[in-house]
């Protein structure tokens, strides 16, 4: 795959990133936690990943964890995954801290992020997100 750095992202229709070293890895077009899905359902063995994201909720911290990211790059980052980032050792490069991740419509919270609130272990995270993008999907 070519390789790309971090400004790359803004300039690519890439909403996610997976870089191991500077090899990218891994990129997708989709939105929200998908991409970081996608990714850890494609089982790869890299370690200390850099994961560059668009945006970074809790929700996508916890997968970019179970990905086993040490960097992740983002403009925009809630403040519940900037701390999970630092419970869990992840160095974060950003732009903007946000109180919370706001849900595609605009109309209230993002409902991963929402969902994982409250949960501090990853593999419960990540579990709790696949039962509400399930919930999600059974509601459209």
Do not use: W
Not at 9 to 26: H, R
Not at 99 to 121: F, K, L, W
Not at 122 to 128: H, K, L, Q, T
Request: aromatic share 4%.
């Amino acid at each position: 795959m070519q390789q790309l750095n971090s400004n790359e992202l803004n300039e690519s229709n890439y909403t996610c990133i997976v870089k191991n070293n500077d090899e990218v890895v891994f990129t997708s077009t989709e939105r929200g936690v998908k991409p970081l899905l996608d990714y850890i359902n494609e089982n790869h063995e890299y370690k200390d990943i850099t994961v560059i994201d668009r945006i970074i909720g809790k929700g996508a911290m916890c997968l970019a964890i179970k990905s086993r990211a040490k960097i992740v790059i983002t403009p925009i980052i809630s403040k519940k995954a900037l701390e999970l980032a630092d419970k869990y050792n992840v160095h974060v490069e950003y732009k903007k801290v946000v109180p919370g991740i706001i849900n595609r419509t605009g109309t209230g919270p993002c409902p991963i992020e929402n969902a994982v609130s409250d949960i501090e272990d990853v593999e419960e995270a990540y579990n709790i997100i696949l039962d509400t993008l399930k919930e999600l999907a059974k509601n459209q």
